[in-house]
């Protein structure tokens, strides 16, 4: 018999599983259906297999206003923790996916549409530069890691506000499956189906900005995933039902994550690589291939 109560203690392994490993890997398959199906919206209804978070300047939106989040809002006192830099992240991406939407109507060249995404998403980088130049050097290593991009840097409790907001957006749009397909042979269609073609297309641009802007908050700027997996999963899939996609995206973006988290820890013994340079080289040579493969784009 012994007296008084025992404590319990855990091993290192127990820690590192607990509260890195497990988090760690929850981020990847979160972010992976986050951003797949993210990126699979905008195709949808720019009717374009090249449009993207990334590529339309969305993910650029995001990081400009983290980075007045974390590089002037430091400076000047009112940064207010994690929670701020999510509603940045998010309100930077949702500007800019209305600014884009309303420029679509006034432009009717896919091509040009994508360009001025390009050029929105240059700017938002070269208004990032700016801060960056005058910004505190403390707080600029801050911003730069974090725009790296990495999966651990998320906690047991940022999950908590992280998976509830993604799996409540992603099963609001379960709700959208009809617009979605009707959206996808255009607006005329969509408006002769019975689909409140304005509305259907705000909601669907307001999951959108949040999944990505979310994802952004928590793990980073990450490229690719969002344009890649969407044109992966049609190659796969050859179905018009947008159902088949939004779940296959769902699968095939968790696992690119995982695996491309893998790989960055396993290159370079004791170090982490960041997750953004393994998606790019896995999602640019995809585009590419798909592009060399349907040369009448």
């Not at 855990?10 to 992976?32: H, L, M, N, V, Y």
């Not at 998976?163 to 408006?191: H, M």
């Not at 980073?220 to 179905?239: T, Y």
């Not at 296959?248 to 290159?267: E, H, P, Q, R, W």
Request: some cysteine; proline content about 4%.
């Amino acid at each position: 018999m012994y007296g008084g109560s025992q404590s319990i203690t855990f091993s290192s392994e127990d820690f590192i599983f607990s509260q890195i490993r497990c988090p760690k890997t929850i981020t990847a398959i979160i972010a992976g259906c986050t951003l797949s199906v993210s990126g699979l919206i905008l195709q949808i209804i720019f009717r374009n297999p090249l449009a993207g978070p990334y590529v339309l300047g969305i993910s650029s939106g995001a990081s400009l206003m983290v980075a007045v989040g974390i590089l002037a809002g430091q400076t000047f006192g009112f940064l207010s923790g994690k929670s701020f830099v999510v509603l940045c992240a998010v309100g930077g991406s949702f500007f800019i996916t209305l600014l884009i939407l309303i420029i679509s109507k006034k432009v009717s060249s896919n091509v040009v549409l994508l360009l001025i995404g390009i050029m929105l998403s240059q700017i938002c980088g070269a208004l990032q530069m700016a801060l960056e130049y005058f910004s505190d050097p403390n707080n600029l290593k801050t911003f730069v890691i974090w725009g790296m991009g990495s999966l651990a840097n998320t906690t047991n409790n940022d999950l908590l506000i992280y998976v509830p907001v993604a799996i409540l957006s992603l099963l609001v749009l379960l709700f959208f499956i009809k617009p979605l397909n009707a959206l996808l042979l255009g607006q005329n269609y969509a408006q002769n189906a019975g689909i409140n073609f304005s509305r259907s297309r705000f909601y669907l641009i307001l999951i959108s900005s949040l999944l990505t802007g979310l994802t952004t908050a928590f793990c980073g700027p990450i490229a690719f995933v969002g344009i890649a997996v969407p044109i992966l999963s049609r190659m796969i899939f050859s179905s018009a039902k947008q159902q088949v996609h939004i779940f296959s995206c769902l699968l095939l973006g968790s696992i690119i994550l995982l695996i491309s988290d893998a790989v960055t820890n396993s290159l370079i013994p004791n170090v982490a690589l960041p997750v953004n340079m393994m998606t790019t080289f896995i999602g640019a040579p995809l585009v590419m291939y798909l592009m060399f493969r349907n040369k009448h784009w």
